[in-house]
T-cell receptor, first 114, second 110 residues
Framework: KAGVTQTPRYLIKTRGQQVTLSCSPISGHRSVSWYQQTPGQGLQFLFEYFSETQRNKGNFPGRFSGRQFSNSRSEMNVSTLELGDSALYLC?????????????FGPGTRLTVL | QQQVKQSPQSLIVQKGGISIINCAYENTAFDYFPWYQQFPGKGPALLIAIRPDVSEKKEGRFTISFNKSAKQFSLHIMDSQPGDSATYFCAASTYNDMRFGAGTRLTVKP
């Protein structure tokens, strides 16, 4: 069974630009969650999508958005990039959501904002 | 607001020793407590998890101890091996939220 894949693996952008990251979940998984990982703030939950609907959301500004397609693939968008958005962005898929469902993480996309 | 506090930040253990990482949570709504292991360049991977109605869970060399009244839980790695050297994250989740500890960098010396 193929794992969670994320593309691209590395990105370099400048302040003010926008970026789109992609996540392909494990086949059969309907939930995709996104997380931001930084040395200072650690791992933080961004949002979760299930059946093309954003079901849960963490405490991030509206510049961070996402969507999920009918095949469960998900994209995350960050607009008007700031230096502080430099981070490893991880997505995770699970059968049905957060809670007690095991989250399978992808390798992440390393975003650097200059 | 840091809802899950993890300690220590780093830990050095000799091969064969016991590694202990502790976590404390605030929100009593959390009902699932997983531990993740992360190697450099990789995403976190689930190691072991526990629900609050169980006080201890063991899987191989890894054991979670859970104290519901104290709102604390810990990971014990018995017979620690150099291959266990990684960053470990505790987490607490509900159906609509997931919070992580700050992580513990474990180094097991041969």
């Amino acid at each position: 069974k193929a794992g969670v894949t994320q593309t691209p693996r590395y990105l370099i952008k400048t302040r003010g630009q926008q970026v789109t990251l992609s996540c392909s979940p494990i086949s059969g998984h309907r939930s995709v969650s996104w997380y931001q990982q930084t040395p200072g703030q650690g791992l933080q939950f961004l949002f979760e999508y299930f059946s093309e609907t954003q079901r849960n959301k963490g405490n991030f500004p509206g510049r961070f958005s996402g969507r999920q397609f009918s095949n469960s693939r998900s994209e995350m968008n960050v607009s008007t990039l700031e230096l502080g958005d430099s981070a490893l962005y991880l997505c995770a898929s699970s059968l049905a959501g957060l809670g007690s469902y095991e989250q399978f993480f992808g390798p992440g996309t390393r975003l650097t904002v200059l | 607001q840091q809802q899950v506090k993890q300690s220590p930040q780093s830990l050095i253990v000799q091969k064969g020793g016991i590694s202990i990482i502790n976590c404390a949570y605030e929100n009593t709504a959390f009902d699932y407590f997983p531990w993740y292991q992360q190697f450099p360049g990789k995403g976190p991977a689930l190691l072991i998890a526990i629900r609050p109605d169980v006080s201890e869970k063991k899987e191989g060399r890894f054991t979670i101890s859970f104290n519901k009244s104290a709102k604390q839980f810990s990971l014990h790695i018995m017979d620690s091996q150099p291959g266990d050297s990684a960053t470990y994250f505790c987490a607490a989740s509900t159906y609509n939220d997931m919070r992580f500890g700050a992580g513990t960098r474990l180094t097991v010396k041969p």
